[in-house]
């Protein structure tokens, strides 16, 4: 079986970029779909010290590529499409699931 060391970020995140027009449910689905790749390739979300963080949600996991993908796009002076990227994480993150309050009770 072969590795999937060569896939290129911007074709793991495609769905996601041809799911952006599309409504909530559509991007729902990608973030869904990008995010078992990611798990697949075997991609970690990290702390600052390079630790994997434990409990990592599908959106969390998305976002942080995303904005790698960003910072890629920045690095390499593509500033319109690195504010797409912003844009389409600002969307993730805006409708992505969040926990209950907690009581003070």
């Known amino acids: 079986m072969g590795t999937y060391d060569d896939i290129p970020l911007p074709d793991v995140l495609e769905p996601l970029f041809a799911a952006a027009d599309d409504g909530d449910d559509a991007l729902d689905d990608a973030v869904t779909e990008v995010a078992e790749m990611l798990a697949i390739l075997g991609a970690l979300v990290v702390d ?3 630790e994997p963080i434990h409990g990592v949600t599908d959106e969390m996991a998305v976002l942080g590529a995303l904005g790698s993908y960003g910072r ?5 002076g593509h500033t319109d499409d690195a504010a797409e990227v912003t844009d389409l994480m600002e969307r993730i993150d805006a409708n992505r699931p969040r926990p209950r309050p907690r009581s003070c009770v």
Do not use: K
């Not at 890629?72 to 390499?76: C, E, H, I, S, T």
């Open 48 to 50: 600052g010290d390079g």
């Open 72 to 76: 890629m796009l920045l690095d390499l």
